[in-house]
């Protein structure tokens, strides 16, 4: 069974910062793009940022280029986002997904989400 599972939620302050991950259980997604999306209350989810699978090509929605950053650990079935300068409107669950298509469109898997909090 394939599970996605994200770590590293939780409430900050306008300004700060949060780190997350997501391992990958149950199938390698090595040769895969992965990447996050998020939802907001009441908005669609959308595409955040993705990686290729050597971790030399990474891509970002324009709300977040300039302050957040994803890696991948190929080898451990790893990613993570590196979120600074995080504002109030970047509130919203987080989810993992792969394998994400050449055109930032989901895959069939995704984790449960991880809520994200931007508030003084």
């Known amino acids: 069974q394939v599970q996605l599972v994200e770590s590293g939620g939780g409430l900050v302050q306008p300004g700060g910062s949060l780190r997350l991950s997501c391992v990958a259980f149950g199938r390698s997604f090595s040769r895969d793009d992965m990447g996050w999306y998020r939802q907001a209350p009441g908005k669609e989810r959308e595409f955040v940022a993705g990686?290729?699978?050597?971790?030399?090509?990474?891509y970002y929605d324009s709300a977040v280029r300039g302050r957040f950053t994803i890696s991948r650990d190929r080898a451990k079935n790893i990613i993570y986002l590196q979120m600074n300068s995080l504002k109030p409107e970047d509130t919203a669950v987080y989810y993992c997904?792969?394998?994400?298509?050449?055109?930032?469109?989901?895959?069939?898997?995704w984790g449960p989400g991880v809520q994200v909090t931007v508030s003084s």
């Open positions: 997904n792969a394998p994400i298509s050449a055109d930032k469109r989901p895959g069939n898997y």
């Open positions: 990686i290729g699978m050597y971790g030399g090509l990474d």
